[in-house]
């Protein structure tokens, strides 16, 4: 599984070349403040991650490339309790989402990046889940909703927050995609904080 933002990146260095040879003439000093932001850009965009689940060895590995910096890791399937979606807000006021590998020791985003196309992460989310023999949650029957009173993929979504310590964005979170009230949105995490806490303390 492949993450990239390399395509962009590369377009807007290529861009910002231009500019630079536009600024080395005399006056030119807004080229050159263009060439920079075009440039800037290439950096924030040059962004990679790569996933490989191997059945045959039974673990992941991954490796994040960043300007400047490359990490890596490796996963054993006994480890991963989950995958998870995480969720954010982004500048249009829409959801944003990324999948995360949530392990007893923390999660690992999939993602550098987020997108809008939530169904294209359930798909995903729930292709990863049955591969790692992992037990997709059910929907209640005929509402499409968990026992929680939330989505499968938003209560996804409301674990990975809870497992960073967000617990105020997941209500956030619930509120938004449930439409409910403070109050059922409260009552609504605190179970599956519950659920999750319980979990825990029962693989200790």
Not at 123 to 148: D, K, M, Y
Request: charge should be positive.
């Amino acid at each position: 599984m492949v993450d990239s933002a390399m395509g962009m990146s590369a377009f807007l260095f290529l861009a910002s070349l231009p500019l630079f040879y536009v600024a080395t003439r005399p006056g030119k000093i807004g080229a050159l403040f263009g060439a920079c932001l075009f440039l800037l850009g290439a950096v924030i965009w040059f962004r990679k991650t790569t996933f490989t689940f191997d059945a045959g060895e039974q673990r992941v590995r991954w490796q994040g490339r960043k300007v400047l910096k490359v990490e890596r890791g490796i996963i054993p399937f006994s480890e991963i309790t989950g995958i998870g979606t995480e969720t954010t807000f982004g500048s249009s006021g829409s959801n944003t989402y990324r999948l995360t590998i949530l392990t007893r020791s923390g999660l690992v985003p999939l993602a550098y990046t987020y997108g809008g196309n939530q169904e294209r992460y359930a798909s995903i989310r729930e292709e990863i889940l049955r591969f790692l023999h992992i037990e997709v949650p059910a929907p209640r029957a005929g509402t499409g909703q968990s026992a929680s009173g939330a989505t499968a993929i938003d209560e996804a979504s409301v674990r990975s927050l809870l497992s960073q310590g967000r617990k105020i964005d997941a209500i956030a979170l619930v509120r938004r995609s449930a439409n409910t009230g403070l109050t059922e949105a409260v009552r609504i995490v605190d179970e599956i904080d519950e659920k999750m806490k319980a979990a825990s303390q029962g693989g200790k």
